[in-house]
């Protein structure tokens, strides 16, 4: 196991034994006393405080009493009925409830009341706390949290079709925020005060939400404030009424409240949570939490209760109550921020949580790392891992994907984690959305100062800002010099395309040919040169179309296998800087030990293939077969020596050495006693526009059966854009391959082909399934016309 | 072959081969310097090698050719590139302007000539050079073919190496009125019986009476009457082809 892996291991084992240690120790810890001032109700059961009868909150505290009959604890609960959220905190405080519901912003502006200490106020002045409370009503108080539960949305709803900007226009119009003495009202309080505005600015009506929600419906109100769950039926009726719609939260105000109450935090209406919604609306929200109080040292629960509390409401959580809001138990991250402490049992019970949460991530980790280790273990074992060789720090500076990959995860990790932290108090990074795109700003040197509001985020965007531009630069650098070479070696394509090895100046010509019209093949070229190669050859290089130049090594396998040989066409060695012998061993290496076919092929057989499968290649065009390992058809310019000396011997399966010198004595010696041929030897070799070419194209079923003799008539008499002369005919196998690989096995390609070609055949021959005629043609298209006319 | 060199002891073997088959039995073999005259033979065909020490730009040179080597009676000469020397394509050059001032008033023999640079081809224009030869070329269309057809290859490989030949034919007087598809639907045999193709006609002749010209496929209703003789593709060994010469002893 490695260094890394056995860290992780340890690490988990850590985590695992500290888990079950302290897991129990802490179910095991006592109260410190028994709850204060218990109402004669059977022991163990706690007064909870919910709402008014038949409300949200009294339903919830239903919902609880039953889960915790559900869930295998002691504990049970009493449920009150009550004003809400203010009544809620005020009966905490005096000890007439044990728990009890209160949206947030009202729980943590009791908190700050109670901070304050007992400072009686005097007699008529008021308090400026929310639900007005006082410090000395909230003193020897501390307010703890069990738990979180949901969420509450401020929902600005006004009559259609009016559109709000700004509150201050409301003037007189008869409004409405809320119920007296609900947490919705006193929420209401506070984004009026973002606004600038008092309830006393505004002319709001004193009547409960279902008058409320009638008058809107009859169009007596212009404005509605309501703090409830997203998705409210009430809501939702009144918007398919089409006599009201939502109006976003203005984002001066969201601004302002998150600045002074940060015991909201930002949220989005998402489009379609109502009747014809169709586009997310920018509010705040609040979280409902559960509370309890610690008076006078003493707490009102004990941790176990706490933790049955905690219980219960995971219970539903995990089995929604019908007409209830969905439960999501939470203790962290449900505002901007949450002053209010937990209580020690609900400390212990997200401790715990933490340390599972972290744990299953590790031990996730730790299996993916393992897994990724075995995964490696098996491909590299397969061979169809690549060769840790053939990559190289140039090639990848060279690489502008590279520098682009960089700069799309350097944006996306910089959208998570900027979401993560801002996502609740920053209005311009509501959504993921919103973030990738300030991120995107960002990284190309974009941004608005003004943007992020948190200063981890902002060092986050001053980074994402530097590394951005260094890759954006490295991108256009890459790109430029891509271009500048005029070599698109991201579309590089490496399969029937045919390898130039040992590239010399005076070769330009063969290149040339490969690129003259006629052949419909236009295969990619891959030139591999010496650092010998002057500067003007390699720039006429660069200007051919479809061509790949190399600065390798040829003699070295592990330098080709980039190349991968055993998917090309042809391979061609030449005479130069390098020995041809050296380069066909390297050749023979890259195909047989190092491509990541062979490597397969080697680990199934247990033995490396030192008899190389060779290729069946195609006579002529493309050949599609798989991607077995195999050696391809190379050609060696060969001197006269080479042959003699049998030289290239044990690779005559594969390798077609090619005397050119021998072959250029030929030539001569030939146009010494006839003038003519030299004239028409480069009429038939070189691809022009005006003279005709040889090719060989397959027979189509139809001829089969027919002899030579018939053939040539069908053929001499056919008119294209020139004629038709047919010389010959090609035994090919499989019509498109040039032999079967069998026949190399004892034998060589050249052997194989020149058996295969029969110029001039005997007229009475029998044209059979794989042939294919050797003709001059204008070009091979012209061919190939002809063939499919005469075939019908 | 004048500037002959050991390094192309190659070209001897081949000019034995070929040769015979046209009733040519002598090679002459130039080099520069000094060095005795030897003779020995290859297949057959005398091969002589002596050297002239004169430099191919003096005034003596055209001589010595004419006195050393009687040029002008020579059937072809081949001029190498000079080993040894810069620039090896002006000293060819040189060479074959003292060729053409030996031949003087006389037709004199068909020069080829090999040079190392593809740019220096045109140097040699009103020289008498009926072909100039650049290798570079010769490899780049057999490696070239090898890549877009192996068969083709295969048969470019074959016709350079006497498997196969390119002859010309005298148009039958049967034919004269008719069209190149008549000709080659027509002689499908040579004197041996054995297959034969008729791929080009010869639109012309040189001074020496071949066949220059020549267009290979020229269409299956060019008018034979306009030619002056057929291009035929035969195979086999030369030897084999009896009543038939290649090149223009077989023409009209």
């Known amino acids: 196991m490695s260094r890394p892996a056995k860290l992780a291991a340890l690490l988990v084992a850590v985590l695992v034994v500290w888990i079950t240690w302290w897991t129990p120790v802490a179910r095991a810890q006592d109260p410190a006393a028994e709850p204060a001032e218990l109402a004669p109700l059977p022991a163990g059961t706690i007064r909870f405080g919910a709402g008014s009868k038949g409300g949200g909150f009294s339903q919830t505290g239903d919902a609880l009493a039953d889960a915790l009959a559900q869930v295998d604890v002691s504990t049970r609960i009493h449920v009150e009925n009550t004003g809400g959220s203010c009544d809620n905190v005020r009966k905490l405080a005096r000890g007439e409830v044990d728990a009890a519901l209160v949206q947030y912003d009202v729980a943590a502006e009791a908190f700050a009341a109670s901070a304050v200490g007992d400072h009686a106020l005097e007699d008529g002045a008021q308090s400026g706390w929310m639900c007005e409370l006082s410090s000395a009503e909230l003193a020897g108080v501390e307010l703890q949290l069990v738990a979180a539960i949901d969420d509450s949305a401020v929902h600005v709803i006004v009559r259609r079709p009016v559109r709000l900007d700004d509150f201050s226009s ?32 505004v002319n709001s009506l004193p009547i409960k939400n279902k008058a409320a929600m009638a008058a809107m419906q009859n169009g007596e109100l212009l404005m509605m404030l309501r703090t409830t769950e997203i998705g409210d039926d009430a809501i939702a009726g009144l918007l398919a009424s089409g006599m009201a719609g939502l109006n976003a939260l203005p984002s001066s105000v969201i601004e302002r409240l998150i600045d002074g109450f940060p015991y909201y935090r930002i949220c989005q209406i998402d489009a379609h949570s109502y009747p ?132 799309l995860l350097i944006v996306v990790a910089a959208t998570i984690v900027v979401w993560n932290l801002e996502h609740d108090s920053n209005a311009r990074v509501r959504t993921l959305n919103d973030s990738f795109w300030e991120m995107n700003m960002f990284a190309t040197g974009n941004f608005d100062s003004e943007s992020l509001k948190t200063s981890t985020a902002r060092v986050i965007g001053a980074a994402a800002t530097i590394a951005g531009l260094g890759l954006l630069a490295w991108f ?48 990619s070229i891959h030139v591999v040169v010496s650092d010998t190669l002057p500067p003007r050859v390699r720039q006429q290089l660069t200007k051919v179309r479809g061509l790949t130049i190399y600065q390798q090594n040829p003699e070295v396998p592990e330098d080709l296998v980039d190349l991968r040989l055993p998917r090309a066409a042809r391979v061609i060695v030449l005479q130069g800087g ?71 011997d044990p690779f005559s399966r594969w390798l077609v050495p090619v005397p050119a010198r021998q072959l250029a004595d030929a030539w001569l010696a030939t146009a ?22 040889l ?87 012209d061919l190939r016309k002809v063939l499919n006319r005469r075939s019908k | 072959m004048l500037h002959w060199s050991p390094a192309s002891a190659g070209l001897i073997d081949e000019l034995a081969r070929t040769i015979t088959s046209v009733g040519v039995n002598r090679i002459t073999c130039v080099r520069d310097g000094n060095a005795p005259l030897t003779t020995h033979h290859v297949q057959g ?103 877009v057809d192996l068969g083709v290859f295969q048969f470019i490989v074959g016709l350079l190496s006497g498997r196969h030949h390119v002859r010309s034919l005298a148009i039958p007087e049967d034919l004269r009125a008719g069209s ?51 291009m035929v593709l035969v195979s086999g060994d030369e030897q084999d082809q009896a009543g038939e010469q290649p090149g223009m002893q077989v023409g009209a």
């Open chain 1, 276 to 407: 014809g919604l169709e586009f997310g609306v920018p509010s705040v929200c609040v979280s409902t939490v559960v509370l309890t109080a610690r008076r006078d040292g003493v707490d009102a629960l004990s941790d176990a209760q706490v933790q049955d509390l905690i219980a219960g409401l995971r219970w539903i959580e995990h089995n929604p109550v019908e007409g209830l809001p969905p439960v999501a138990v939470r203790w962290r991250d449900f505002a901007e921020r949450e002053p209010v402490p937990l209580h020690p049992g609900a400390g212990l019970t997200e401790r715990r949580d933490f340390a599972i949460y972290w744990a299953k991530v590790f031990a996730a980790l730790a299996l993916a790392a393992g897994l990724l280790v075995l995964l490696r273990r098996f491909l590299r074992r397969k061979g169809l891992l690549g060769n840790p060789l053939s990559g190289n720090l140039e090639g990848q500076l060279s690489n502008p994907l590279v520098p682009f990959a960089g700069f």
């Open chain 1, 170 to 201: 409301v003037g007189d119009r008869p409004i409405f925020v809320g119920q007296l003495g609900s947490g919705s009202m006193e929420t209401s309080k506070v984004i009026l005060g973002a606004a600038g505005l008092t309830l006393d600015d």
């Open chain 1, 695 to 781: 090719y060989t194209v397959e027979l189509s079923e139809s001829f089969h059966g027919k002899t030579w003799r018939e053939l040539r008539k069908l053929l001499f008499t056919a008119q294209g854009r020139a004629g038709i002369v047919p010389i010959g005919l090609y035994r090919g196998h499989q019509g498109r391959l040039a032999y079967e690989a069998s026949d190399v096995q004892d034998s060589s390609p050249q052997a194989a082909i020149a058996r295969r070609l029969r110029v001039n055949p005997p007229l009475h021959t029998v044209l059979s399934a794989g042939d294919r005629v050797l003709a001059f043609a204008e070009d091979e298209a």
């Open chain 2, 180 to 230: 190149f598809a008549d000709a080659a639907l027509t002689l499908e045999c040579d004197s041996a019986g054995r297959a034969m193709t008729v791929i080009g006609v010869a639109k012309g002749r040189g001074e020496g009476g071949q066949p220059i010209d020549v267009v290979v496929n020229p269409g299956p209703r060019t008018r034979l009457s306009e030619c002056v003789c057929l």
């Open chain 2, 45 to 147: 065909v005398e091969v002589r090698t002596l050297a002239i020490d004169v430099k191919p730009g003096s005034d003596a040179y055209p001589g010595r050719l004419v006195s050393d080597v009687d040029i002008v009676a020579a059937r072809s000469v081949i001029v190498l590139p000079r080993a040894g020397v810069d620039e090896p394509d002006s000293a060819s050059r040189l060479t074959c302007a003292a060729i053409r001032r030996a031949c003087g008033d006389e037709v004199g023999p068909n020069v080829l000539v090999e040079i190392e640079d593809p740019e220096a081809a045109f140097e040699f224009v009103g020289l008498g050079v009926s072909n100039v030869f650049y290798p570079g070329h010769l490899r780049a269309a057999l490696l070239g073919q090898a890549c």
């Open chain 1, 476 to 523: 256009t650098a890459a790109l430029t010099s891509i271009l500048s070479r005029d070599q698109m070696r991201l579309f590089r394509r490496l399969r029937n395309h045919i390898v130039i090895l040992n590239f010399r100046e005076e070769m330009l010509q063969l290149v040339r040919v490969l690129r003259s019209p006629g052949p419909l093949r236009q295969r």
């Open chain 1, 578 to 648: 390098y020995h041809p012998l050296r380069i066909a061993r390297a050749v023979h290496h890259a195909c047989v030990r190092l491509d990541p076919g062979a490597r397969l092929e080697a680990s199934k057989h247990a033995a490396l293939g030192v008899s190389p499968s060779v290729h069946s290649p195609a006579l002529a065009g493309d050949d599609a077969r798989g991607a077995r390992a195999t050696v391809p058809v190379t050609l060696v310019e060969a001197t006269n020596g080479d042959a003699a000396d049998g030289l290239f």
């Open chain 1, 672 to 693: 010494c006693v006839d003038p003519t041929f030299g004239e028409l030897f480069n009429d038939i070799v070189s691809f022009r526009d005006d003279n005709s070419e």
